[in-house]
């Protein structure tokens, strides 16, 4: 059976590596193109690029999948089957039409559950107490496609983007394989999506990840888990842009200004709405990442000023 990948990210990796050690037949994978990455705007290719070119695997970075160019070659790599998980570009119908058992996706929620671009961030910044994985038939729907499988994973305190994404990433791979083993079967199986409950997930702005200390201390955790290592919640000091990695919640007995840094027993803290939140890890521009302590005994000039 011949396969074509098609996945950009981290998350997406973990599928073509459980194809590829499971001996099945890629004969190509589609991931975006190279973009500026880093301080310096280096351009980087994908994981999933990198991995396919050591393993002798041919690539392609279309702009787009639109208009007959893409149509002819996508065919003429006589694809059985099109495996998808995160790519990152809309599929058309007509290139959704070639392979014999079709498209599968391996999304990241437990759908109708935030479809879209980033399910991960999303489930952790609405406080859901599970996320997971669904394989999915695709179709030109975004995430509308019939369930072939699904399960789930629970959600903590301190579950962050970075873990949640290795976890179901890793779930995600099993699922595949699973659902190789017996494709037909699987696939005759498949059934509609639930009517209710869909939700959308958009793609993650800069300024969403920008903290206002106005809001209760358990959103402000659940914006620094859903974002944390990448691309991080920021905020801002004297002039000082500071990512922040992890925090605790930590009631206080005494009315503060949101924003307010302060010293409590030698750690790190500020104030927000209602709580606070202590600085576990924490990233100053240009540095890097240390505890909110050692970040307090170079900086004990900035107690009593406000992040904003």
């Given amino acids: 059976m011949n396969i074509v990948f098609m996945g950009t990210s981290d998350f997406s990796l973990k599928g073509l590596i459980a194809l590829y050690e499971n001996h099945y037949n890629v004969v190509a994978v589609y991931t975006q193109e190279p973009k500026p990455a880093g301080r310096n705007q280096k351009i980087q290719k994908s994981v999933v690029q990198?991995?396919?070119e050591e393993k002798g695997i041919a690539v392609f970075t279309p702009k787009t999948l639109k208009g007959p160019d893409q149509v002819r070659v996508f065919s003429q790599l006589k694809p059985d089957l099109a495996v998808v998980s995160s790519y990152g570009l809309i599929i058309p119908q007509n290139i959704l039409n070639i392979p014999k058992y079709g498209f599968i996706?391996?999304?990241?929620?437990?759908?109708?559950r935030w479809r879209g671009a980033s399910p991960i961030q999303a489930a952790i910044l609405a406080g859901d107490k599970q996320s997971g994985v669904t394989i999915m038939k695709m179709d030109a729907g975004l995430d509308t496609g019939d369930i072939i499988s699904i399960q789930s994973v629970d959600i903590t305190e301190k579950t962050n983007y970075g873990t949640l994404s290795t976890e179901i990433g890793n779930l995600g791979s099993q699922m595949l394989i699973e659902t190789l083993t017996d494709l037909e079967n699987n696939l005759s199986k498949a059934y509609k999506q639930p009517k209710d409950g869909s939700?959308?997930?958009?793609?993650i702005s800069k300024e969403m990840c920008k903290i206002d200390w106005n809001n209760p201390a358990e959103k402000i955790l659940r914006q620094i888990m859903a974002f944390s290592p990448v691309p991080s919640a920021w905020t801002e000091i004297n002039g000082l842009r500071i990512k922040i990695l992890d925090v605790d919640i930590y009631a206080i007995n005494e009315r503060k200004i949101p924003g307010e840094f302060f010293e409590n027993n030698k750690n790190a803290f500020v104030a927000c709405y209602d709580m606070a939140l202590k600085l576990t890890t924490i990233q100053p521009a240009g540095k890097k990442e240390m505890s909110g302590m050692d970040f307090l005994r170079g900086h004990k000039n900035l107690v009593g000023k406000i992040f904003s």
Avoid: V
Wanted: glycine residues 0%; hydrophobic residues 45%; aromatic residues 12%.
């Fill in 199 to 203: 939700t959308y997930a958009s793609k």
């Fill in 50 to 52: 990198k991995f396919a």
């Fill in 105 to 112: 996706n391996i999304h990241a929620s437990l759908l109708p």
